[in-house]
């Protein structure tokens, strides 16, 4: 990895170390796993069939969706909305054995339809599912794998898949390659590409493959699964707003101006990785490469510098709003919208000034009550002092 | 039991600073740590040494200046440690960082039959987390991620039985021995070392494993040569075509004011659906508190 970067944007360097197995050649296509758990498709698999479909129609080949599942109408569900989001074709091995997930049956069967199917690139979301699944795999198939990636592209010079990603505890971006392997394996963070409007008439041909598998092989069985109480976690990954506060709050006390704020606009709590490190907040509040990626209407960032590895978990909101008292903060080169100063001033007085213009609205609208800012001390207790 | 904990050290990525001027990775003075990650895995461990008189040996692939992190881990109770060293390792990807482990630890065995083999969910410095999965597929043991609680080890059916993050979801799930334990965040609290610990760790002879110790044959598995991925290139993002529009005001009270005028003329749809959400806010009974 270079040391010193005088470019901003250097050129890519590939230096290939031998040359390429000539039966790789028949690889052809882009897959995407679609993952679903407990009945319910994951959206990280939409999103990356959005933007398999990119990367299929930039080579000129078939995207194809891959289900591993129970032997019942849910799998083909997911085949054919797979196809709604862009799929050409889908790949499914329907067994009972796939019910539930286990990185046993489900290692051979995704090994099995690559070895017989041969596609150049597979995609896995990065969820705790996708990167067990990935690993073992690549490692089963001895080729590259790249891990959580924010960016895909292609290469036309020679077709190659290139993965972006942060790197050097997120404080820059690389660009990683596989080049003498097939195929092209990577993992994306769920939020980072958008989900692709569905077509529900397109439609397309689904291939099967056995298993091959009893139960008496796979060691480790599903005893039993206890569903998150999703009331007690904050949802900031589909959250529409979001007030967000970082390092420069000062103190973990401060940061109730930022819980107030979300609280005027109806928004959920961010925090960058600093603040969840020194414990103001929640782990569960982070954005960023190591915390959540978030996709809002609006971003309010507070005190937040806009580090690269925070960058990333929040460049894919519509309109965001930076406060910083650094003119030379990297945050205000991704942002809309930028005001200058102390956050502890400005964010009592942000609260104070959409409080008064939501309240005007709602009396054009002729109804609703009138919100004041908001101050709840019941919020008091997120933060540790 | 014998228990083997892969450990890796990491620069303090908190502490890692780019150079706002020449985009130059500014490594001096960062300190090396245990992979905060790779902690829970060996306080878990050190748990079942407690609890089942288990045995613990850490390992870790890197260079010989990783010993100082095997002596931290020694010096919190485990009872051995391997560093796994050797210039030809040097570069090596996931893949080729599972090869050159799995085969220490195979070796490992052969004297020391190994039961479950304990990493970090993943490192800070590479967040990959396929060390584990690529462990356990060439041991050919049983893989569990994102643990977060061991409920349970049946020693005589070599039944272990855990709860693994998923999605939505805590799994339960039983598994058998040998496997590999990927550890949650936040799952254990590292101990404190003791003084004789402290004291044993310092003397330790921390055993170092060349590619023929770790008994490696092929070479073209380990290091840059065994690693399939490359980094073509390292680069700053670019700032976004336009820069954020900054705006005045004579006072705090003005500057705000003025950008939630702004927010609201230049982004109408932005500022209906913000009404709409409050609207379905106070309809909910959420808004009753």
Redesign the interface.
Known sequence: ??????N????????R?GQMDPKYAAYKGVWVFV?H??G?L?PVSLELLGKGRQLADKLGVDLAGVVLGPNDPSSRDFCAQAMHYGADLCYLIADDLLR?????PY?KALTDLVNTFQPEIVLLGA???G??L???V???L???????CTGLEIDMEDRSL?SS?????????????????RPQMATARPRVFAVPEPDPARSGRIVEHPLGMNEDEI??????????NLQDKPQLAFA??IVAGGRGMAKAENFQLVFDLAKT??AETGAS??VT?AGWVD?ERQVG??GKTVRP??YIAAGISGA?QH?VGMEGS?????INND??AP????????????AM??LP??N???AS??AA??KL?GG??P?SPATDV?QQEEVSL | MHIVVCIKQVPDSAQIRVHPVTNTIMRQGVPAIINPFDLFALEEALRLKDKYGARVTVMSMGPAQAEEAMKKALSFGANDAILVSDKIFAGADTLATSYALAAAIRKLDETRPVDIVFTGKQTIDGDTAQVGPGLAIRLNAQLLTYVSKIRGIDAATREIVVERRAEGGVQVLASKMPCVVTMLEGSNEMRFATMPDMFRAARFDVQHWNRDAAGIEDIKQVGLKGSPTVVAKVFAPSPKAVKAEMIPGETPAAQCTALVDRLFAEHPKLAADLLKHLDSLNHSPEAAR
Do not use: W
């Open positions: 990895m270079s040391d010193v970067l005088d901003p944007n250097p050129p890519l360097k590939k230096k170390r993952e758990e407990r319910a994951h539930d997930y286990r990185n046993q290692t969820t705790t599912q990167r067990d990935a690993g073992s690549a490692t089963t001895l080729t590259g794998l790249t891990a959580d290139l990603r942060p790197t050097f505890g997120g404080s820059l971006m690389c660009t990683i390659v596989n080049l003498n392997m060691v480790t069985k599903v005893v039993d699964f206890i569903p998150d529409d707003f606009l109806g990785r600093p490190h782990a490469q190591s209407k609006l690269v960058r519509d309109v965001t709003v930076a003119p030379n945050i205000f080169d991704f942002s809309n919208y930028g005001l200058l100063g102390d001033t400005l007085a942000l104070a000034a959409f213009r939501l609205e709602r609208a609703g009550t919100p019941a």
